[in-house]
């Protein structure tokens, strides 16, 4: 069965510094997002991104955040210059049509 | 997206059926009802939706009620497997638009041996 993937599993960065995630989402499906969560909160939304341009994005995401599809696979959020407070695990989920997502299972961000 | 009310816990015996409960009073005709599940801190799982008929796949069944008010997520047989956090959420399908999902604190279910 297809999943989404994600990579890597584990990154641990300094403040400061840029981080790209990266997210392999299944192969037909036309709807991307990008959700966090910092340990022991909900699952919070940041972005999604359809016909490749941003169809919607939470107050999280401001100017440090991007996101690119950069090919046929890929899809992928980037963190331009990391805070303590962006600790989290981030996941990307892909969706054939309108409604359903598939999540990947994450990439969990440390920064120290 | 019409907000959701879930018990915040729940247990059941191995091999009994789980029944989870969610209250949606607010819904919209347009709104569909997803349930999700975590499990530890894995990526949520997509585990069925319904807009106003019960819905059944091969992970559960879904019963909305009539007045689409409330819904019951229905696991037949629970194993130590279905321990997780399930998340009943609320959410409009918008053509040409990834409309985002709104999670909650969810029903963390159990399952005993």
């Known amino acids: 069965e297809p999943e989404v993937t994600q990579t890597p599993s584990h990154q641990v960065t300094q403040m400061g510094q840029e981080v790209i995630l990266r997210c392999v989402p299944i192969s037909n499906h036309l709807y991307f997002y990008w959700y966090r969560q910092i340990l022991g909160q909900k699952v919070e939304f940041l972005v999604s991104f359809y016909n490749n341009e941003i169809s919607e994005k939470s107050e999280i995401f401001d100017d440090q955040f991007s996101v690119e599809r950069p090919d046929g696979s890929n899809f992928t959020l980037k963190i331009r210059s990391t805070k303590l407070e962006d600790s989290a695990m981030y996941f990307c989920a892909s969706g054939q049509g309108v409604g359903t997502q598939y999540f990947g299972p994450g990439t969990r961000l440390l920064v120290l | 997206d019409a907000k959701t009310t879930q018990p915040p816990s729940m247990d059941c015996a191995e091999g009994r059926a789980a029944n989870l409960p969610c209250n949606h009073s607010?819904?919209?005709?347009?709104?569909?009802v997803y349930w999700y599940r975590q499990i530890h801190s894995q990526g949520p799982q997509y585990i069925i939706h319904?807009?106003?008929n019960n819905e059944t796949n091969e992970m559960a069944s879904l019963i909305i009620t009539e007045d689409r008010k409330s819904s019951t997520l229905i696991l037949p047989h629970a194993t130590l497997r279905d321990t997780a956090v399930y998340y009943c959420?609320?959410?409009?399908?918008?053509?040409?638009?990834?409309?985002?999902?709104?999670f909650g604190s969810g029903t963390q279910l159990t399952v005993l041996p």
């Open positions: 959420i609320v959410s409009r399908i918008s053509s040409g638009s990834a409309r985002q999902l709104t």
């Open positions: 319904g807009l106003k």
């Open positions: 607010t819904i919209s005709g347009n709104e569909y």
